[in-house]
């Protein structure tokens, strides 16, 4: 009796600490994650030497190998967006193993940034060392360390503004880690050195394949040895994701401060607002939607629409489209916009669908929708991407084609979740059960030792040669 008393405490304060984190991160800031796709089975592609490391499960940590070895991380900002987490993320699996990690951030901004603040204090505290990026010290721990990685194409530029004559002595243990798929990327000055590192590490196969044509037909130089790499869902993201009573809670909290029953359905779009996440066209989906129902009279709950992403602070000219067009098309108690937040879980929660809508090339990969089939629903995607390597379509989702033509696609998919309910669960559990044996935090770490083995071996024949 008195465990499952004590079992009970622990639950109501984590449930309390979970409401408590809601409630301020809707005022703060929002998590971008971009995010990394996972192969169970090794690949190769010939032409750019494109690996995906087999799983291996193993009861000792695969990352073990990097004890007492030196890492510097070099990330273009330190921001909540994708890139600099999950560099945060890499640096703090390699410091729970005894590696000595040494950070560096490329561009700050001039005066006090609460935000570089904050993470670098948190860094600080898992043993982090953050260092200034330009000055003797950062050359020093440059030449010093076993391994270098260079994080986003842009933080290419540090290496000839900081090492100078050193850049040729560093290269060879250079882990470059690219997550840009935007065409603007491909400038010499960033990625000139590419060649010349002893890897690359991609998000998604798709991703690499881009780069891989775009470098050798718009830049005329080849990419070096290229690993794709995914991320997965950490066990604390999963603890609460598996909590039926803590989603319980968080559903209704959520569902009350939107004003919504239990019964309606709920389809959200979690990403920050811009035009290349595709929130307008997500809209007139929607809009489209909601006519195909009451033209054919089907019988299906309120159905309702949020966006989370967006920001009070600052409604840029997209946003203020996107809340004309809910006023024009009088949807307004329809749709909902919801501030920047610290954290997803509670919205995934509350919500019935995620639905991916990135446009052009898609997303790199999109953590967002590795977390929302952890909580078991269905996504509604676009058929680009590292979205494609993430959604199986028509067993965990299905998928639209991008731009102006997957409107009406994607307003359809939308009738037809709305109007199946038992399809919507089956797709949500097959996307969990796909998550379970793909996209967990273990197979992450054994897929990035694989790659980190590689590079150093790399980096110590090229030493001794």
Known sequence: MAKHSLGWIIQKRRLLMLLVLF????????????????????????????????QIRSISNPLDFMKSKLVLMVSHELSLSGGPLLLMELAFLLRSVGSEVVWITNQKPTGTDEVIYSLEHKMLDRGVQVFSAKGQEATDRALKADLVVLNTAVAGKWLDAVLKENVPRVLPKVLWWIHEMRGHYFKVEYVKHLP??????????????????????????????????????SKEFMEVAED?????????????????????????????????????????????????????????PLMHAVIVGSDMSVQTKFETELRNFVIEKRIQDRVHFVNKTLTVAPYLAAIDVLVQNSQARGECFGRITIEAMAFQLPVLGTAAGGTTE??????????????????????????????????????GKKGYERVKERFMEHHMAHRIASVLKEVLQKAKSHHHF
């Open 390 to 427: 993430i959604v199986v379509n028509g067993s965990t989702g299905l998928l639209h084609p991008v731009g102006k033509e997957g409107v009406t696609p994607l307003a359809k998919n939308i009738v037809k979740l709305a109007t199946h309910v038992e399809r919507r669960l089956t797709m």
């Open 196 to 233: 010349f590192v002893a890897g690359a590490m991609i998000d998604s196969h798709t991703t690499a394949g881009y780069w891989k044509n775009r470098t050798r037909e718009r830049l005329g130089i080849k990419m070096p040895e290229t690993y794709v790499v995914h991320l997965g869902n």
């Open 23 to 54: 409630s301020i991160s809707t005022a703060i800031v929002f998590v971008i994650r971009a995010a990394f796709d996972s192969c169970d089975y090794h690949y190769e592609n010939t032409g750019i030497g494109i690996h995906s490391t087999t």
């Open 244 to 300: 039926s009573v803590a989603k319980r809670v968080l559903r209704e909290h959520v569902r009350v401060s939107l004003g919504l029953r239990n019964k309606d359905i709920l389809f959200a779009i979690i990403n920050s607002v811009s035009r290349g996440k595709g929130q307008d066209l997500f809209l007139r989906s929607f809009h489209e939607s909601l006519q195909l129902i009451q033209e054919h009279k089907l019988q299906v």
